[in-house]
């Protein structure tokens, strides 16, 4: 357990903040805030990361995930008085910071807001980033819960604004605390009064692998385009299967594109596809163009909820797949293995991609993988050859029948 002391906070006395860090794979959170008496007034336990998406200098679209807390501090979380509310501050990075206000209303006290704020100008989260300077995203919660009552949720919880998710789980907190003792009596979300499944808390076993099932099936091809002012501007069709291993435990997702929504845009020089369902924050594809005239997947990006409650978020900047001329589309009827990182690949199916200089809303002339070209090659051989085959065996037919016939005919 490390321990901050804080400068007095008016009418509290000297505040204590304590933190300790979990054996999991992002960080547990416990801050517990006394007043002048030692005694706890402001309770709190949980888990949370966040993932950006910010423009480039090269008008590229990135996705930042900040999940390290390892450097927080946490100046100015206070218990509050008749003047201030009771609020937790977490500063963390370079200019980062998560503030959360809580305020009492009659019989109970609310979760009130939520701020989050994120620098731009730092370059090892955030590289080659069009904008700089520090921006904050602020959401009003508003959750109502009874005094004398922790509120409990381990289910995952999210809040989407402005380009920014902030994803949090294994949540208990209780500000307003009576007598300095937390309650034992539980205020549940929503999602953990319907949830059959526990999701653990702290825990360093190795998850079953049985927790999801392996889709065994070749996945159902979907259609997906994206239209800006001048009509249809990215086409695309394909069968995807996602490749995960989270915690040691490998699993097989078949998208299902009847129950996932797309959305997208398109630029001069970069065009994005975006895949979302329920279990998929998003899922990104991101053509760019290189040389002035040809294309290729340079960018793949995906935050999903994993059947845990937790959150899988992966992003890779650098690939080199799907590369065709401008004008034209790419095309492979083989499966194909799109491999974002050691812990995620996507297996692709009959796909077909063209995210640039579509026309009238169809399919420019296809440019076919080398998968499918061997295939086209191997057909004409093998076609040959049996050809070939059955020529021999007539021309052998045939002598075999003249040779026959001769021996038919005898001198007199």
């Known amino acids: 357990m490390v321990c901050f002391r804080l400068s007095p906070a008016p009418g509290s006395g000297l505040v204590l903040l304590c933190l300790v860090l979990g054996a999991v794979s992002s960080y547990a959170l416990e801050v517990n805030v006394t007043d002048s008496e030692k005694a706890?007034?402001?309770?709190?336990?949980?888990?949370?990361?966040?993932?950006?998406?910010?423009?480039t200098t090269s008008k590229n679209f990135k996705t930042a995930t900040i999940s390290d807390f390892s450097t927080a501090t946490y100046n100015g979380s206070v218990c509050g008085n008749d003047q201030n509310n009771p609020k937790i501050v977490v500063q963390f990075g370079s200019g980062?910071?998560?503030?959360?206000?809580?305020?009492?209303?009659?019989?109970?006290?609310?979760?009130?807001?939520?701020?989050?704020?994120y620098n731009l100008s730092d370059n090892a989260t955030f590289p080659d980033a069009k904008e700089k300077g520090i921006l904050t995203v602020h959401d009003l919660v508003g959750f109502r819960i009874p005094l004398n009552n922790i509120f409990r949720c381990n289910s995952l919880s999210t809040l989407e604004k402005n380009g920014v998710v902030q994803y949090y789980w294994d949540v208990h907190v209780q500000a307003f605390v009576q007598n300095g003792t937390v309650s034992t009596k539980e205020f549940l979300c929503e999602k953990d009064k319907t949830s059959t499944t526990v999701v653990p808390t702290i825990s360093t076993t190795t998850p079953s692998p049985t927790t999801t099932p392996t889709p065994k099936e070749k996945p159902e091809v979907g259609s997906y385009s994206v239209n800006n002012s001048n009509g249809t501007c990215l086409l695309a069709t394909m069968g995807l299967q996602l490749n995960i291993t989270h915690n040691k435990v490998a699993s097989v997702i078949n998208i299902n594109p009847n129950t996932t929504d797309f959305t997208g845009s398109c630029q001069p020089q970069t065009a994005l596809l975006r895949l979302n369902s329920s279990n998929i924050k998003y899922l990104d594809f991101v053509f760019a163009v290189k040389n002035e005239n040809r294309?290729?997947?340079?960018?793949?990006?995906?935050?999903?909820?994993?059947?845990?409650?937790?959150?899988?978020?992966?992003?890779?900047?650098?690939?080199?797949?799907?590369?065709?001329?401008l004008g034209s589309s790419y095309m492979c009827n083989k499966e194909q293995t799109v491999s974002v990182s050691g812990a995620f690949q996507i297996n692709t199916f009959d796909l077909r991609v063209q995210p640039f200089n579509v026309m009238e809303g169809k399919y420019s002339t296809a440019e076919e993988c080398s998968a499918d070209s061997d295939l086209n090659f191997l057909i004409p051989v093998a076609v040959g050859v049996a050809l070939g085959f059955l020529i021999i065996v007539v021309f052998i037919s045939y002598m075999i029948g003249r040779r026959k016939s001769r021996t038919g005919y005898q001198s007199v």
Do not use: H, R
């Not at 980062?96 to 704020?117: C, G, H, P, Q, R």
């Not at 650098?318 to 065709?324: E, F, I, T, V």
């Open 40 to 55: 706890t007034c402001l309770y709190a336990k949980w888990q949370m990361n966040f993932t950006i998406q910010y423009n």
């Open 295 to 325: 294309f290729y997947l340079k960018e793949v990006n995906v935050s999903m909820y994993l059947v845990n409650g937790s959150v899988f978020s992966i992003a890779n900047n650098n690939l080199s797949y799907w590369d065709a001329p």
């Open 96 to 117: 980062f910071s998560w503030i959360v206000n809580f305020t009492k209303k009659e019989s109970a006290y609310l979760i009130d807001s939520i701020s989050f704020s």
